[in-house]
């Protein structure tokens, strides 16, 4: 059973930073696409990090590329995202998304079959 549990979430000052860890567990790490979306109240999901762990290509959202890094710890199974210079307009709640197959759009979170259940980054100006 595929399981992903996100932690790390808080709330932090502009310009701060957090990282973000996601246990993954229930599937072969080696060739999934594995990534972080996130959602602000009113606003639809969106992409902000992924990874194809079999190719590593990584991709990241224009709003987050220089400041927001996406690792896996394959020792441990798990996804980091390393969050930098945090602005208010990355408040949202992050999730970890999963498929086995590689997306043919990454940033399309209709692609992901299994989520993480979020959490909650809070930046205040």
């Known amino acids: 059973q595929v399981q992903l549990v996100e932690s790390g979430g808080g709330s932090v000052e502009t310009g701060g930073s957090l990282t973000l860890t996601c246990a993954a567990s229930?599937?072969?790490?080696?060739?999934?696409?594995l990534g972080w979306f996130r959602q602000a109240p009113g606003k639809k999901r969106e992409a902000v990090a992924v990874?194809?762990?079999?190719?590593?290509?990584?991709y990241y959202s224009d709003s987050v590329k220089g400041r927001f890094t996406i690792s896996r710890d394959n020792t441990k199974n798990t996804l980091l995202l390393q969050m930098n210079d945090l602005k208010p307009g990355d408040t949202a709640v992050y999730y970890c998304?999963?498929?086995?197959?590689?997306?043919?759009?990454?940033?399309?979170?209709?692609?992901?079959?299994?989520w993480g259940q979020g959490t909650q980054v809070t930046v205040s100006s």
């Open positions: 990874v194809y762990t079999g190719t590593r290509d990584t």
């Open positions: 229930g599937f072969r790490y080696n060739s999934v696409a």
């Open positions: 998304a999963m498929d086995p197959l590689y997306p043919a759009d990454w940033y399309s979170a209709n692609e992901y079959r299994y």
